[in-house]
Every structure is written in C-alpha cells, then in structure tokens.
C-alpha cells in the first residue's frame, strides 16, 4: 500500500496540475461565450470530461490514502439518507432497502464526499451479492466495546460511531474475507469488476483515522461496519462555499494577490482568472522568489503551492509569519503528502484548495481567505 500510495501521488501531484489548466482555460473560454453556443455547449463536455479524470485521480489517491480530505463536523444520519435517496435506483427494485438510524446519534468528523463514496461501494457490492433480490440493512449507531475489542490498537468506543451495511446475499468464505481489501483482486467474472471497490473504502477508512470491520458466512450475508471518528474538537466545519459568478463578481480594484506556483502553466490560468475578477495579481516561481519580490508592502493574500524547487509555501509561510505576520496566506496542492507530519496539516486545511479546482471555486476560495477574522483584513 506504500509503494502504491508513493506512485498514485506522483502521479496525481502532475495530473492534477495539468487538470487544473485545463478546468481554468475551459471555464475563462466559457464565460466569453454565449450560452446555447456550439463552443459554449463543447467547453461544457471538456469540462465535464476533465471532472470526470478528477474523479478518478481521487479515487487513485484514496487506494493509496493520499487524497486531500475536506474533513468537517456533519450529522451521519442525513448525509447517510440523503446519499441513499440518491442510491435507490441503482441498487435495483428487487432489493429492499432498510434504514435504521439511531436519532440520538452524535456528529460525526469526516470528509463528506469521501464518505459518500465508501456508502456507494459498500452498496454496490452488496447488491452484486444478492444476483436475486433480497435486504440491504443500513445502520448507524455509537460503537461499543465488542466493536473495539475488534479493532487495530486501543480504541475508546465513545469517541466512533458506526456506519453498517448488511445484506443478505451470497457471503464470503474465510478464504476471501483475508484478500478482500487488496487492489485488484475480485471474485467477479473477468471484466465485470476492477477489484478496487472495497480497497478504495479501505483506503478512505484509513486516511479517516477510522476503522473497518468484516463479518460474512457462505449462504449468510456479509456485514460491514465502518467505526468513523466522533466530531469532537478537531476542527471547525469549513464555512459554506460562497458563489461568485464570472462576469457578476463583485470589483476588487486595489486588492493584491500574489500568486506562488513553479509551473508557468497555472499562474497564467489563475492570473487569468483573478485579474478578469478585478484583482491585482503578481507572480513568483518558488518561495524565495516571493519573498525577494515583497519589497515593501506585502500583498493581501499569498496563494502558494505547497512543493517548489528552493522554497516550498510551509517554509514561505513561516518566513513571512516573521517579516510580515499581518499577511494572509493560503495554500493549494494535489497530493495530501505535501503536508507532511503534524497537527500544522490539519490547521492548514482550513486555507487550502485542492487541484484540480474551476475559475469559479477559485475566485470563492480567495474571497473567503481576504475575509478571514483570524487575521487582519486588506490594507487599503
């Protein structure tokens, strides 16, 4: 899992830059369109298209538990709901769903749309093991102390709830219950399966600090339950993402962004971006660069990738935190690794967008860092 996690970083890290490019030019051509255009409509396809390769760079990540996670604090209950109302049609008419939702239960800390995704797998998969039909049963409730005692290390049950899913299907021997959290392999039919399904929630489970349990017998079912960390002091709910329309975005006339990235590619695509916004926007290629830029009054926001040659942004950060300890920065990255060990990476969350991202979740991320209470405003 080291090795694939080493590999799916590398090549995420380069794939999502190019990603990045190519959302930001699709989405700059966009607005200079007239919607219901052919180009309109064609830039609406390679958009979707480059979201869809992000997708499965996420997914590449999560196997090898280096994809960025938005944690925040959020009820299980509805997200499990809503996720499953969206899910109906795809498990099937001839399988019944049941939902059992502990309505005392606590919220839970997690990525939303990671955890989407591990109910997705876990649901597919227990509707390949029903080929006729039979009960899928979803459960949440608090762990217990049977849940801990199963589990890797001391675990507190009171600090985990659990997400179960359970079906009535074909079950697993013990033979197959060793293997199947491993990329690739699958019990299915040659082509109707990758063998990544169950190793992707693996991998989500893991990154989560959380745990997952297996139980099946042949003719008997199997039963899942994901232990997932209690939302208890660390960290804040990320705020809303604000909506900023391209042509609709509010005049930034005199406001500063200094935008640090070593490949050439991605400050065009977001000095393009920005300046259309009404920004003032500078340009460096590595840390020091940045700071040999800053003569003398630093800009309102720093936006720094994370890995550069010479000077990476943390170093950045701590350089301008002495010089200048009124500037805001922020960070930007396609590989969870960059940052590093240490409770500095979670703190760092709350000022980072990840790659791939649009013109539009870019110009939202800079107004939400320019209006931070944590440090003081833009100088006029």
Excluded: W
Aim: charged content about 25%; overall charge neutral; aromatic content about 4%.
């Amino acid at each position: 899992m080291e090795a694939i996690g080493r590999l799916a970083g590398g090549v995420a890290h380069d794939f999502n830059n190019l990603l990045t490019v190519i959302l930001g030019y699709a989405g700059t051509l966009a607005v200079s369109l007239p919607a219901g255009s052919p180009g309109h409509e064609n830039l609406g396809k390679v958009t979707a298209a480059a979201q869809r390769a992000a997708n499965l760079t996420r997914q590449l990540l999560a196997l090898g538990r280096r994809q960025v996670q938005r944690r925040e604090h959020f009820p299980l209950n509805e997200q499990c709901e809503r996720t499953v109302e969206l899910l109906r049609r795809l498990v099937g008419e001839d399988i019944r769903i049941e939902l059992r939702m502990d309505r005392a239960l606590t919220m839970v800390h997690a990525d939303r749309t990671q955890l989407e995704q591990v109910l997705l797998n876990l649901m597919v998969n227990a509707r390949d093991a029903m080929p006729q039909g039979g009960r899928l049963r979803i459960t949440t409730r608090t762990a217990t102390a049977a849940d801990a005692a199963r589990c890797e290390g001391v675990v507190v049950p009171e600090r985990f709830v659990v997400l179960e899913v359970a079906d009535d299907g074909v079950g697993m021997e013990a033979v197959t219950l060793e293997r199947i959290f491993e990329p690739f392999f699958t019990t299915k039919p040659s082509g109707q399966g990758t063998g990544l399904g169950l190793a992707v929630v693996y991998g989500i489970v893991k990154q989560s600090e959380g745990h997952i349990l297996v139980d099946s017998e042949v003719g008997h079912g199997s039963s899942f339950r994901v232990l997932l960390p209690v939302g208890a002091g660390v960290l804040a709910a990320e705020p809303a993402r604000a909506t900023v329309a391209g042509d609709d975005a509010p005049p930034n006339a005199g406001t500063t962004v200094l935008v640090v990235e070593d490949e050439a590619a991605i400050r065009g695509v977001i000095r393009a971006t920005l300046r259309r916004a009404g920004y003032v926007v500078l340009e460096a290629g590595d840390g020091q660069d940045a700071l040999a830029s800053i003569v003398a009054r630093p800009p309102d926001l720093v936006l720094t990738d994370i890995l550069m040659p010479r000077m990476g942004g943390p170093a950045l950060a701590r350089e301008l935190a002495a010089r200048f300890p009124d500037v805001r920065v922020a960070f930007m990255s396609g590989y969870a690794a960059d940052f590093g060990e240490g409770s500095g990476a979670i703190e760092r969350l709350a000022r980072f967008l990840p790659k791939p991202f649009t013109g539009e979740e870019l110009r939202a991320f800079v107004a939400r860092q320019l209006a931070r209470a944590d440090v003081p405003g833009p100088r006029g």
